[in-house]
Structure formats: structure tokens, C-alpha cells
Nanobody, 115 residues
């Protein structure tokens, strides 16, 4: 089992920045990667950014150049630095950690970007 605890969400004006953190505990050794997803009202959950156990990263096209994922399994913590935020970034952001056969999710943290 892996437990994930997120922090860092909040309300920010368009153009501002926020940093999300996700602390992992439990069977960290079993993980292959960690990432951030988000879900806006009425929309499906989507991948925002991912970092593999080897440190490779990938991003949704909509956040490339604005968001940066860092940390990872070796640090037991993953971060999401979000710059130049837009109102369309408003969503509940979820931390995810995945192993070969399991996905683990945090409780979610609200990010609201006002125009």
C-alpha cells in the first residue's frame, strides 16, 4: 500500500503561480512513477505531468512550458510548480503513484485561478 498526501492548492489570480506537493509513504519501492492529474467540473480526469522512476518527465500539451514536475520516487515526494496560471487550469488536482498492478491516489487539492 502507498499513501499520498497533497498540499499547496488554493486561489490565485491569472498569471500567478502555485506549487503543489505530494508526500508518499508506505511501499514506495514498488512504484514505477508518480504524477499529477486534474479534473475540472463536468470533465474527465486528465494527466497533467508525470515523472518516471528514472526521472523522465512528460506533460500535457496544455501545460508545457508553464508547469514543471520534480522530485519523484527517490525523494518520496513529487512537486508540481505551476506558473502563468490560467482560469482554465482551475480543477481539483490529484497526485498519482503507480506500480505494475496498482494505482494510488491522493485526496485531491483544489486549484482555482481567477480571471
Amino acid at each position: 500500500q502507498v499513501q499520498l498526501v497533497e498540499s499547496g492548492g488554493g486561489l490565485v489570480q491569472a498569471g500567478g503561480s502555485l506549487r503543489l506537493s505530494c508526500a508518499a509513504s508506505g511501499s514506495i519501492f514498488s512504484l514505477n512513477g508518480m504524477g499529477w492529474y486534474r479534473q475540472a467540473p463536468g470533465k474527465q480526469r486528465e494527466l497533467v505531468a508525470h515523472i518516471s522512476s528514472g526521472g523522465s518527465t512528460n506533460y500535457a500539451e496544455s501545460v508545457k512550458g508553464r508547469f514543471t514536475i520534480s522530485g519523484g520516487i527517490a525523494e518520496n515526494t513529487v512537486y508540481l510548480q505551476m506558473n502563468s496560471l490560467k482560469p482554465e487550469d482551475t480543477a481539483v488536482y490529484y497526485c498519482n503513484a503507480h506500480a505494475v498492478r496498482f494505482d494510488y491516489w491522493g485526496q485531491g487539492t483544489q486549484v482555482t485561478v481567477s480571471s
